[in-house]
């Protein structure tokens, strides 16, 4: 983990809420690994006082890109930011999407903004079957930023299949079955709840990556617990996490 301040090189629109900043760090680009993610301090005043996390979308050379959508005060400042400023980041952080284990298909589940850390992963996916379903309320949060081989739901049916990503994937199951699959999936709790009942019913392994209020973003300060199935006990999500095994914590 390091404190980097990163020179911002790019922000750009993509989409009407969403940007993909590009920073140089590359302190943390050498170490980052899919699905870690880093804490911002989005200003350089103490306001807002607390960092906010995010996935890191890509690492290319020494550069870490982060998506994000403008939800409130920090991510406003965030998406104000022009190239030459400078950003207090912290990271990687967490652990990362596990891909050392043996698949032949991965099939990736995106809600909305959850697409951020699937560009990274793909790049190291590149010689393994890949099925991307992408999902959001309507076709302006579908972010497909990155992706391959994909399949749409909207809620509303205004791109792609009518229904949540969690029945599109019902619905085109024999495109992923055969052969070892692994899902990695990152969205609103509700998907991955959905998600993991899906995968446990067809016995396909579900790596999720989960977000929670944070505050340190690396195991001090307690305020990201998510509660453990199998035991009488909280992970951190900061620590523990962002990424786990659906079937190991109670969404
Ligand atoms: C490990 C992790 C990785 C994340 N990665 C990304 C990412 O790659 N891209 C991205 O856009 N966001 C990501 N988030 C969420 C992001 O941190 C929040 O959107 C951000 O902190 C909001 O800050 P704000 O000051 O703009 O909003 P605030 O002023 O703090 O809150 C404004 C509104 O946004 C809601 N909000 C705050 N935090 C979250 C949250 N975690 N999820 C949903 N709604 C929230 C609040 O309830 C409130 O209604 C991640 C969160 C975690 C824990
Ligand atoms: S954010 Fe402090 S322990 Fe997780």
């Known amino acids: 983990m390091l404190t980097e ?10 989409g009407s809420n969403t940007n993909l900043i590009k920073v140089h760090a590359p302190g943390i680009a050498s170490k980052a690994e899919p699905g ?6 989005v ?10 996390p995010f996935s ?18 920090g991510t406003s400042i965030l998406g104000c930011k022009k190239k030459g400023d400078k950003l ?16 032949d298909t991965a099939v990736i589940v995106a809600g909305g903004i959850g697409a951020a850390p699937f560009p990274f992963l793909l790049s190291r996916l ?6 991307c379903l992408v999902g959001g309320r309507s076709e302006a949060q579908i972010i497909t930023y990155g992706m391959k081989n994909i399949y749409i739901s909207t809620d509303d049916g205004s791109n792609g299949f009518k229904g949540t990503v969690v029945q599109l994937a019902e619905r085109i199951k024999d495109k992923f079955t055969g052969g070892k699959v692994q899902f990695f999936a990152c969205g609103p709790n509700a998907m991955l709840k959905a998600l993991k009942q899906f995968c446990m019913e067809n016995n396909f392994s579900c790596q999720v990556s989960t977000e ?12 990201c617990p998510m509660p453990a199935a199998n035991e009488e006990k909280y992970y951190l999500v900061c620590k523990d996490g962002p990424v786990f095994n659906a079937k190991d914590i109670i969404l």
């Open 5 to 14: 301040i990163a020179e911002v090189v790019t922000v750009k629109k993509y």
């Open 36 to 41: 870690q993610f880093c804490n911002i301090k």
């Open 43 to 52: 200003s350089e005043t103490n306001f807002p006082l607390l960092r906010r």
């Open 56 to 73: 890191i979308c890509e690492v290319k050379g020494e550069h870490l890109f982060f998506m994000f959508d403008i939800q409130g005060e």
């Open 88 to 103: 207090n980041i912290l990271g990687p952080l967490g652990n990362g999407f596990n891909t050392g284990i043996e698949f």
């Open 126 to 131: 590149k010689k393994k079957k890949v099925i």
């Open 212 to 223: 929670s209020a944070m505050a340190c973003g690396f195991g001090i300060c307690q305020g």
